[in-house]
């Protein structure tokens, strides 16, 4: 870092202190929370300044977000403004993700409708890695689960115009309720359900391979996890945490009960093989299937929904600290102001991805009275003062009731659906989102007048830049 | 040469280097510890600058110069503890970090401030990180008067110019309290 004294030596505001570097106040100002470094810049003309530099939001968004959210912004906005090298309006921007408060729904459209595309599904898996969306498996009419492997580009010249790839099929074997996470560029995928009935509990390691002539790949093989394995289960949650390990909750077992057990998985750095624990804690969410597992900060896994025991839809919150010594699932109790619709929260076979900002978006998803919703909420624990405080110790409720936002969608009009997938791309400014299971209005594909959806649709956060 | 007792005396044998602060005080270090003063470093990398030579530390105060040589000595010993056995590194970091702590737990905010300023000006990384740490946390959630004392800075802004200000960064406020 270069010393340069600054330039208000002359100036009579201020003990000398404040004629030390810029430098050193930034490293000071990074150490603060946000309304920390906005009450600095409340001080005075010179400290407001100081405090509203681009280059030091740059610093605070990529300690908040994260480094690679800040590198793919800079990436996409290098090529908008293309020619002009133009800063980032940090301050702006990390103000615009912080308030988030619509979305914009773009539907996708197919060059060519001769091509093959994906069939209708649900209850698939969906990710974002190099650069590609990834598509594997699912269930569709009839009951019958699929064992197709499909990638699509959407990297830099991507338009808005997908081109679907089928790359594969028959390995991994056909299933649905499956999961898939991405941990460092590998895919790994675990159990699921067949349409036989058997549940599994494999796990799969997939890779992408990009040839100069042979054109895009993707390898499955299964993973050597040794003796020790969760018991076999469909419609289960999963997380990756952290680029290291994968973290399994629930879903429904070889008896077609569901279960609430804790497992995580541990991979050697080769992905070659794998070791499964459990872990066991208490108190612990109640058993359930369909609900939500998100990683955020790195560390904390938060867990949303699903259908419990009693065949009831859940909304509880829990999270869990992988970095702490002592691991323990907490409930974070919440109360929601009033809202003239009377929205409920419970919500099974959703989707949540953390978004820009650190935040979770849930989408979608089925309520109480067996609705399909198509909803957006912003999920947002750090406004609770501290997770790790027992619940009967919280006594804020605006804190609890600022943990739900609900986004306003503007744009292309998707069906209300559950059992969908939805993954973002590396700024996580933009969430994908195909299939899932929806209402036929017309004709109904089966008696209970459910339809397998084919869409693939983005949605696109806001920020007014 | 003066000795209030806050002067450690070196240890008899090795080189030394004498350092005198704004008073006129002179201390007298030990060369490895004067080196972990950069400005000191580069004061002798001149070429021709003999060590017995006095390094003038014009905008260092005496009671700041004291406390210095007093971490920097003992940063010196820790850094000679830890080698490549884990286990030493880990106690030696705990105890540099114990030795951080008790500096800046007995420190005014004045005291606070004129180390950095010493620190600052003779260039010393690893204190100046941990002095920033130190006024983070005292400034941390704290209130723009508050704020405004610690530094000694005088409000500046126009009636209009405060409400704008404080308008613009209501957002991060929002769901708090005031203090």
């Known amino acids: 870092m270069a010393e340069t004294s600054s330039s208000s030596r002359s100036s009579s505001n201020g003990s000398p202190m404040t004629n030390i570097t810029q430098d050193h106040l930034f490293a000071i100002l990074l150490l603060l929370p946000i309304d920390s470094i906005l009450s600095f810049a409340m001080t005075c003309k010179r400290f407001r300044a100081l405090a509203s530099s681009d280059a030091l939001w ?36 990390y103000k615009h993700v912080s308030q988030l408060d619509s ?16 069939r209708p599904r649900a209850s698939h898996s969906l990710n974002f890695v190099s650069d590609y969306l990834v598509l594997f498996g699912g269930g569709c009419e009839g009951g019958r689960h699929l064992d197709d492997t499909w990638v699509a580009y959407i990297g830099k010249d991507f338009q808005k115009i997908l081109n679907w790839q089928k790359v594969n099929s028959g390995i991994p074997s056909g299933r649905f309720g499956h999961t898939c996470v991405v941990i460092c560029d590998f895919l790994v995928l675990f159990g ?33 996890v040794g003796s020790v394995a969760p018991p076999a289960r469909g419609a289960h949650a999963a997380c990756s945490i952290d680029n290291r390990l994968m973290l399994v909750h629930g879903g429904i077992g070889l008896n077609g009960l569901r279960m609430g057990d804790t497992w995580v998985l541990e991979l050697t750095e080769n992905f070659c093989s794998g070791e499964w624990r459990e872990i066991l804690t208490c108190p612990s969410p109640a058993a359930r299937s ?32 992988i970095s702490e010594s002592y691991l323990n699932w907490v409930q974070i109790l919440y109360e929601l102001p009033n809202i003239p619709e009377g929205v409920s929260l419970p919500r099974v076979g959703h989707s949540a991805t953390v978004i820009l900002g650190g935040r979770v978006l849930i989408y979608g998803g089925e309520d109480s009275q067996r609705h399909k919703r198509d909803d957006f909420w912003v999920l947002d624990i750090s406004a609770n003062p501290s997770i790790t405080v027992q619940p009967s110790t919280l006594n804020s409720a605006r804190l609890l009731a600022k943990m739900w936002k609900r986004l306003k969608a503007i744009g292309h009009k998707p069906k209300c659906r559950s059992f969908h997938r939805a993954c973002t791309d590396d700024s996580g400014r933009y969430l994908y989102v195909f299939g899932g299971m ?28 | 040469m003066a000795n209030n007792g806050e002067n450690p005396s070196p240890d008899v044998g090795g080189k030394t280097v004498k350092l005198k602060a704004d008073d006129g005080e ?38 700041a110069l004291a406390k210095v040589i007093q971490y920097c000595r003992r940063a010196v010993e820790l850094r000679a503890k830890s080698g490549d056995d884990e286990g030493a590194n880990e106690k ?21 401030k004129e180390l950095i300023l010493a620190a600052n000006y003779l260039n010393i990384k690893d204190m100046l990180s941990f002095l920033c740490r130190a006024v983070g946390d005292r400034i941390k959630n704290k209130s723009v008067e508050y704020v405004r004392r610690f530094f000694v800075l005088e409000n500046d802004f126009s009636p209009e110019e405060e409400e704008r200000t404080r308008n613009e960064v209501a957002w991060a406020f929002e769901g708090v309290d005031a203090d």
Request: glycine fraction near 8%; charged fraction near 25%.
């Open chain 1, 290 to 321: 369909g609900h939500s597992l998100t990683c955020i900060e790195g560390t904390k896994i938060v867990l949303f929904g699903g259908r419990g025991l009693g065949y009831e839809v859940l909304n509880d919150v829990w999270v869990l600290d």
């Open chain 1, 58 to 93: 740059e610093s605070i968004s990529r300690r908040d977000w994260g480094p690679n959210s800040v590198d793919a912004l800079k990436k996409s906005s290098n090529l908008l403004f293309q020619h002009q090298q133009q800063q980032l309006p940090w301050m702006r921007l």
């Open chain 1, 192 to 224: 699921g359900i067949n349409d036989n009935g058997s549940r599994q509990n494999d796990t799969w390691v997939g890779q992408l391979t990009c040839h100069e002539t042979l054109g895009i790949s993707l390898s499955w093989r299964l993973l050597d």
């Open chain 1, 103 to 118: 979305v914009s729904l773009h539907k996708l459209t197919y060059p060519d409708t001769h091509l093959a595309l994906p």
């Open chain 2, 92 to 112: 030696a970091r705990e105890e540099r970090e114990g030795l951080e702590a008790e500096l800046v737990r007995e420190e005014s905010d004045e005291g606070i």
């Open chain 2, 26 to 63: 002179i201390f007298e270090v030990e060369e490895a510890v004067a080196m972990e003063l950069q400005t000191v470093k580069s004061f002798f990398d001149d070429d021709g600058v003999s060590y017995d030579t006095v390094v003038p530390l014009l905008n260092v105060s005496s009671t």
């Open chain 1, 438 to 465: 929806v209402d036929c209005l017309v004709q109904p594909a089966e008696s209970t007048g459910l339809g397998f959806d084919g869409e693939l649709f983005l949605v696109e956060l806001l920020l007014q830049l």
